[in-house]
């Protein structure tokens, strides 16, 4: 072999190897239906090379579309029919995916698919430019899961210039970062009927200890026990004596005053008869405390009322009535 030929033969196996290797990092396998989308600017030449190693990857039985990101939506492309979706990864592509962007690539991906994209982003949030946390939060928004952050690099003077031109921004904390996200394993707008149990729980029942039967022999009693003369039983009235049958003194159930002289104040809800007995002799105390009638008709007025009364000149009143006298009267009697 010419030493011509052994050059072609290893650049193409460098060439075959490096493919391999890019199409295993963005989990291309044999057989897959690979959507791969493309912005401006992109060299035709670096897009078709990349084309050609997605084909030599998925092999005959898999397939390779190119599309444009800003025809994306009008494409019309059936919904569930790609793998995986690899949108931005050419280097001096500088694509900035929209949330309408985003939800058509949900669409598109079969229910378990893969996406991998590259996006500008930068350390600070901006109008134009989002954050990689912004971006993160609008894969999730659009439907996607298990995003991560696979590497980050420095955009490409071209790519720079271009996202400087289409978005205004004039910022330097810019950096090109590679997203990776896949779709749940069902179709978007799905359902499923949830089994739902509105019943009373039953609770477990748990076995009951085995009774020793020498314990329930013991706290049994029969009919034939009460004839037995081995058994011992007791008379309820037996166990009172003489005193336990006298009936109490009243006076031993009052409570006791604190001390000599002291007297004890009635509970509230007494029941001893000690409110009774205080209320007799307050009601006792106010009745001497008024002047005693030597006739007994003073309260009916003075046509009743001796010379000498002290009621003499005041109407007639209850009997048993307290009345107030002036001091006049008291001292003119």
């Given at each position: 072999?010419?030493?011509?030929?052994?050059?072609?033969?290893?650049?193409?196996?460098?060439s075959?190897?490096?493919?391999?290797?890019?199409?295993?990092?963005?989990?291309?396998?044999?057989?897959?239906?690979?959507?791969?989308?493309?912005?401006?600017?992109?060299?035709?030449?670096?897009?078709?090379?990349?084309?050609?190693?997605?084909?030599?990857?998925?092999?005959?039985?898999?397939?390779?579309s190119?599309?444009?990101?800003?025809?994306?939506?009008?494409?019309?492309?059936?919904?569930?029919?790609?793998h995986?979706?690899?949108?931005?990864?050419?280097?001096?592509?500088?694509?900035?995916?929209?949330?309408?962007?985003?939800?058509?690539?949900?669409?598109?991906?079969?229910?378990?698919?893969?996406?991998?994209?590259?996006?500008?982003?930068?350390?600070?949030?901006?109008?134009?430019?989002?954050?990689?946390?912004?971006l993160?939060?609008?894969?999730?928004?659009?439907?996607?899961m298990?995003?991560?952050?696979?590497?980050?690099?420095?955009?490409?003077?071209?790519?720079?210039?271009?996202?400087?031109?289409?978005?205004?921004?004039?910022?330097?904390?810019?950096?090109?970062?590679?997203?990776?996200?896949?779709?749940?394993?069902?179709?978007?707008?799905s359902?499923?009927?949830?089994?739902?149990?509105?019943?009373?729980?039953?609770?477990?029942?748990?076995?009951?200890?085995?009774?020793?039967?020498?314990?329930?022999?013991?706290?049994?009693?029969?009919?034939?026990?009460?004839?037995?003369?081995?058994?011992?039983?007791?008379?309820?009235?037996?166990?009172?004596?003489?005193?336990?049958?006298?009936?109490?003194?009243?006076?031993?159930?009052?409570?006791?005053?604190?001390?000599?002289?002291?007297?004890?104040?009635?509970?509230?809800?007494?029941?001893?008869?000690?409110?009774?007995?205080?209320?007799?002799?307050?009601?006792?105390g106010?009745?001497?405390?008024?002047?005693?009638?030597a006739?007994?008709s003073?309260?009916?007025?003075?046509?009743?009322?001796?010379?000498?009364?002290?009621?003499?000149?005041?109407?007639?009143?209850?009997?048993?009535?307290?009345?107030?006298?002036?001091?006049?009267?008291?001292?003119?009697?």
């Amino acid at each position: 072999m010419s030493v011509f030929n052994k050059s072609r033969l290893r650049n193409k196996t460098l060439s075959y190897t490096g493919v391999v290797r890019t199409t295993e990092s963005l989990g291309v396998r044999p057989g897959d239906q690979v959507l791969l989308v493309w912005s401006q600017p992109s060299s035709p030449a670096a897009l078709k090379q990349l084309a050609e190693d997605l084909s030599s990857a998925v092999g005959p039985e898999g397939k390779v579309s190119v599309e444009n990101l800003e025809r994306l939506q009008l494409s019309s492309r059936p919904a569930s029919s790609f793998h995986c979706v690899l949108s931005g990864l050419l280097t001096d592509s500088s694509a900035v995916h929209s949330s309408d962007h985003l939800e058509e690539l949900a669409r598109v991906l079969k229910p378990g698919g893969r996406l991998v994209l590259d996006e500008a982003v930068t350390g600070a949030d901006g109008q134009s430019v989002r954050t990689a946390d912004r971006l993160a939060s609008a894969l999730k928004l659009s439907g996607f899961m298990s995003v991560s952050e696979v590497s980050r690099t420095e955009l490409s003077p071209e790519a720079l210039s271009a996202l400087r031109s289409a978005t205004g921004y004039q910022g330097n904390s810019l950096s090109r970062v590679r997203v990776s996200a896949s779709k749940p394993n069902f179709e978007v707008g799905s359902s499923s009927q949830l089994k739902l149990s509105f019943g009373k729980k039953k609770t477990p029942q748990t076995e009951k200890p085995a009774l020793d039967p020498n314990a329930v022999k013991m706290w049994t009693l029969s009919a034939t026990d009460m004839n037995d003369d081995d058994v011992d039983l007791l008379d309820s009235d037996a166990l009172l004596d003489e005193e336990d049958l006298k009936k109490p003194d009243p006076a031993s159930l009052k409570a006791p005053s604190c001390g000599p002289g002291a007297k004890k104040k009635a509970c509230k809800n007494c029941t001893c008869g000690l409110a009774e007995e205080q209320e007799q002799e307050s009601k006792g105390g106010q009745k001497s405390s008024l002047p005693k009638s030597a006739c007994g008709s003073c309260y009916l007025g003075d046509a009743f009322r001796c010379a000498s009364c002290p009621y003499m000149g005041m109407p007639a009143f209850k009997p048993g009535e307290k009345i107030l006298l002036a001091d006049r009267t008291l001292s003119d009697v």
